[in-house]
């Protein structure tokens, strides 16, 4: 295998496809980060409001998707655009669970909230 043989082979998809494919994936984490930033925000302003753990939880859900999308894309970037897709598929479906697993945590307890004062 020659330079030329090698350079050829590890041709890159073009940066503008990286971009689209990086967009329309970066909407859907987005739309994770404002759902959990929501869901914090109505959870701090309710009756009882947010004891530590459940700021710590709700605000880890908050960066949770920033984190996993750098990461994904960090993974991704250097391989073709199938694999940037898949890889950013991924990751949204770990913070799609991570998700859901904060829902279900936050329903059926109440130890993220301050307690009743009587």
Do not use: C, H, K
Request: aromatic content about 12%.
């Amino acid at each position: 295998m020659n330079a030329e043989n090698a350079a050829t082979s590890t041709r890159r998809i073009p940066t503008w496809l990286t971009a689209t494919i990086t967009g329309a994936f970066g909407l859907l984490y987005a739309y994770a980060v404002w759902n959990a930033l929501d869901f914090l925000i109505l959870q701090a302003s309710g009756v009882r409001g947010l004891n530590g753990v459940g700021w710590a939880v709700l605000g880890f859900a908050v960066i949770f998707p920033v984190v996993v999308f750098a990461v994904a894309f960090a993974l991704g970037r250097r391989r073709g655009a199938a694999a940037l897709a898949v890889i950013l598929l991924v990751g949204l479906a770990l913070v799609a669970v991570f998700w859901l697993d904060v829902l279900a945590y936050s329903s059926i307890t109440d130890s993220l909230l301050n307690p009743v004062e009587t």
